[in-house]
């Protein structure tokens, strides 16, 4: 079941990069709870079913952007939580400048679909919500 857990997170991260929201789509359950990213500006948003996850993720991720990169750094089983840590670097489309930061996500994946998912600035936040640190 884990090795299964960690191949949908892989697959989100590569249907996302392409802009195969087809196929994303298929890999969230249609119960999908995306919670926003803890220390971030949306912190509270809760977004639920996979038209909404899709939504967010193809208007507020990749659109705004000349360029939206995300390396998926490090997958860590935790049994029934993924934890992923991420690089990410971004050009906005008005500007010269690039940004990179070092975040992380949690996944909850139950019979090959993504469950719920939720963004953290501190990594071993992350770490501590998937039950690996103390």
């Known amino acids: 079941m ?7 997170v892989r697959a ?4 996302t ?3 195969d929201f087809a196929r994303l789509s298929d890999i969230l359950d249609p119960d999908v709870v995306f919670l926003g990213t803890r220390g971030g500006l949306d912190e509270k948003r809760v977004l ?3 038209d909404a996850v899709l939504e967010y993720i193809r208007d507020e991720i990749t659109d705004p952007w000349e360029r939206y990169d ?9 049994g029934d939580t993924v934890v992923d840590f991420l690089h990410e670097t971004a050009q906005p489309r008005h500007g010269d ?15 090959q679909k993504i469950v ?8 071993d936040e992350a770490l501590r919500a998937a039950g690996l640190t103390g």
């Not at 989100?12 to 249907?15: A, K, R």
């Not at 992380?104 to 139950?110: C, G, L």
Request: aromatic share 10%; with cysteine.
């Open 17 to 19: 990069a392409a802009g």
């Open 116 to 123: 719920e998912a939720t963004g953290y600035l501190d990594r």
């Open 2 to 8: 884990t090795s299964e857990a960690l191949a949908v």
């Open 48 to 50: 639920c079913g996979p």
């Open 70 to 78: 995300v390396e998926a750094e490090r997958l860590i089983d935790g």
């Open 97 to 111: 400048f690039e940004m990179q930061s070092d975040t992380a996500m949690t996944f909850k994946v139950r019979q």
């Open 12 to 15: 989100f991260f590569d249907l």
